[in-house]
């Protein structure tokens, strides 16, 4: 090979070497150029999916508190129900129902039924009450331990003694409804085992 060949040769190979190096001098400045990019469009990509997070969290809590909000109508207006279904059938009640010397038989058959009508209503009222508890679990504790705190203390009456042993033979209260009252009845009234 002659010295101008080998110079040419030189000369080529320093020329590809040159632009071999210019281009992994533009490969690396892409490869950081793509890497900040990507990098900027992961910061971005974090920033948008907290940002829809921070929206979801605070669309969820706006629902959830519209749904306590409702939940907490509701239950108002429920207990607000119960209650004046509660007030309509003590209204119907005569005053001496509340005497410890109540004697349902010392009372005319017309009277007896006046007191028996609203009385049964009463204790239907308590099955629907013992129901939403015990077997619908629609009612929280503390709404149930009310409503059985106004029970016990009528059912601590004689004249609901009298009338639940009337009207619990010709109507018929599924088993463990029937076992709540007799349970309280026979405690409150020192009674032993009858109904």
Request: net charge negative; with cysteine; glycine share 2%.
């Amino acid at each position: 090979m002659q010295t101008s060949d080998l110079v040419a040769f030189t000369a080529l190979i320093i020329s590809l070497y040159g632009i071999w190096k210019q281009n992994k001098g533009v490969q690396e400045q892409i490869l950081a150029q793509n890497k900040n990019v990507q990098e900027q469009i992961l910061a971005q990509n974090k920033n948008v999916q907290e940002q829809i997070l921070a929206q979801n969290k605070n669309v969820q809590e706006q629902i959830l508190a519209q749904n306590n909000g409702v939940r907490q109508q509701i239950l108002v207006t429920n207990i607000s129900e119960y209650t004046r279904r509660y007030q309509e059938i003590f209204e119907k009640l005569p005053k001496t129902v509340i005497e410890e010397d109540f004697k349902i038989d010392s009372f005319s058959e017309n009277e007896q039924v006046t007191i028996l009508r609203p009385m049964w209503l009463y204790f239907d009222l308590c099955y629907e009450e013992y129901t939403l508890y015990h077997e619908l679990n629609l009612i929280d504790e503390k709404v149930w331990r009310l409503w059985e705190s106004a029970m016990i203390s009528s059912f601590s009456r004689p004249a609901f003694y009298q009338c639940w042993n009337l009207i619990s033979q010709q109507s018929f209260y599924p088993q463990d409804f029937s076992k709540f009252v007799n349970d309280i009845m026979l405690k409150k009234h020192n009674l032993q085992r009858k109904i």
